[in-house]
T-cell receptor, first 113, second 111 residues
Framework: EAGVAQSPRYKIIEKRQSVAFWCNPI?????LYWYQQILGQGPKLLIQ????????DSQLPKDRFSAERLKGVDSTLKIQPAKLEDSAVYLC???????????FGPGTRLTVL | SQQGEEDPQALSIQEGENATMNCSYK?????LQWYRQNSGRGLVHLIL?????REKHSGRLRVTLDTSKKSSSLLITASRAADTASYFC???????????FGSGTQLTVLP
């Protein structure tokens, strides 16, 4: 089966600009996660979707971050406006309903100058 | 917040040697998973051990879990240069089936 797809792989922007990341999960995986991974740290969950509904967005900085999964398949994560501390790798993962293993995409490395 | 702390933060060994990484966590769990991350790539699932299991093997990997001490260890036997990567433990708890990752161990296997 095809893996989790993410784009772009790299993005460089200046602070206060906006940016969007896209994720296409593995076919049939109802649950989708977005993580932020700062250099030298483990991934931190930002938001979890079940189909097109939000399960948990308690760690999403909602003043600048937003995410949607309108048709219950692919998802976008947006940052507006970006800050220097948003520089990180943004990882998307998906999971089938019957298992606990998460399958990760290659990530988008964001650099905010 | 990070659930787990991993020890050591960095480990450098020679090819053929065994590598042991430890993970401690704070709250009760459903299971504990180990993931590998190669530089610049996404995470790859290695092995899952349930809270009622004490030891599990998969190929050259051996995982132990001590729920009384809230700790786990990952042993990689007969390491290869291709094992060079960051290794993360992640605990799963709650009905939302969310993973909380540790801070990772950077393993370098020298040829």
């Amino acid at each position: 089966e095809a893996g989790v797809a993410q784009s772009p792989r790299y993005k460089i922007i200046e602070k206060r600009q906006s940016v969007a990341f896209w994720c296409n999960p593995i076919s049939g995986h109802a649950t989708l996660y977005w993580y932020q991974q700062i250099l030298g740290q483990g991934p931190k969950l930002l938001i979890q979707f079940q189909n097109n509904g939000v399960v948990d967005d308690s760690q999403l900085p909602k003043d600048r971050f937003s995410a949607e999964r309108l048709k219950g398949v692919d998802s976008t994560l947006k940052i507006q406006p970006a800050k220097l501390e948003d520089s990180a790798v943004y990882l998307c993962a998906s999971r089938r309903d019957t298992g606990d293993t998460q399958y990760f995409g290659p990530g988008t490395r964001l650099t905010v100058l | 917040s990070q659930q787990g702390e991993e020890d050591p933060q960095a480990l450098s060994i020679q090819e053929g040697e065994n590598a042991t990484m430890n993970c401690s966590y704070k709250t009760s769990i459903n299971n504990l998973q180990w993931y590998r991350q190669n530089s610049g790539r996404g995470l790859v699932h290695l092995i899952l051990i349930r809270s009622n299991e004490r030891e599990k093997h998969s190929g050259r990997l051996r995982v132990t879990l001590d729920t009384s001490k809230k700790s786990s260890s990952l042993l990689i036997t007969a390491s290869r240069a291709a094992d060079t990567a960051s290794y993360f433990c992640a605990t799963l708890s709650g009905s939302a089936r969310q993973l909380t990752f540790g801070s990772g161990t950077q393993l370098t296997v020298l040829p």
